[in-house]
Every structure is written in C-alpha cells, then in structure tokens.
Nanobody, 121 residues
C-alpha cells in the first residue's frame, strides 16, 4: 500500500519561510512525478510546483522565484521550500505523485492528506 504524507505546515508571518515535506512510503518501484497543489478557502485546487524524475521542474507563475521544489536523496521524498511568503499563499497544501507500485507495470496517482499553511501577521 503506497501512501503519501505531508509535514511542515504551520503559521508564519508575511515574508517568512516554511519547508514542506512529502514522504512516499510502501512498496514502490518508481516515482515518475511529484507535485504540490494548494487550495485556499472558496477557491479551486491549483498546481503549485512539480518535479519529474529527470529533474525537470515547473512552477505556477505566482510562486516563481519564491518557491523551490526538490527531491530528497532517497528519491521518495519531495520538498517545497517556500520563501517570501505572502498572505495569499495561505492554503491547504497537498502532495501528489505518479507512482509505479512494486509488481505493477502501470503508474497510479496518489494524494496525501494535506497540510495547512497560514501566512498572517
């Protein structure tokens, strides 16, 4: 059973920083892409950043230059370093990944439970 678990959310003042962690566990053959999404109250869930197994990264326009997505050394972990945080970054941040489970030939998409990030004075 493959699972994703996020951590690192919390309350931070505007201009501050947080680092979110997404850890994949279970019987995993390979992870193709890891992504971070966020959903603010009353809004749709939006893609924030993604990182492919090749190392290619993509960012939403409103976080470019402030957020950095990376993979851990063990490759089953993704991080989202968030700097210069603004009040409009307040949202539930969720991890998403395309994973090939052990013994499978097909990739499946998994979601974590989400972690709250609140940017407020």
């Amino acid at each position: 059973q493959v699972q994703l678990a996020e951590s690192g959310g919390g309350l931070v003042q505007p201009g501050g920083s947080l680092r979110l962690t997404c850890a994949a566990s279970g019987s995993i053959q390979g992870i193709i892409v890891m992504r971070w999404y966020r959903q603010a109250p009353g809004k749709e869930r939006d893609l924030v950043a993604s990182i492919h197994t090749s190392g290619t990264t993509n960012y939403a326009d409103d976080v470019k230059g402030r957020f950095t997505i990376s993979r851990g050394y063990g490759r089953n972990t993704a991080y989202l370093q968030m700097n210069s945080l603004k009040s409009e970054d307040t949202a539930v941040y969720s991890c998403n990944a395309d994973i090939v489970p052990s013994g499978s030939i097909r990739q499946m998409t998994y979601w974590g439970q989400g972690t709250q990030v609140t940017v407020s004075p």
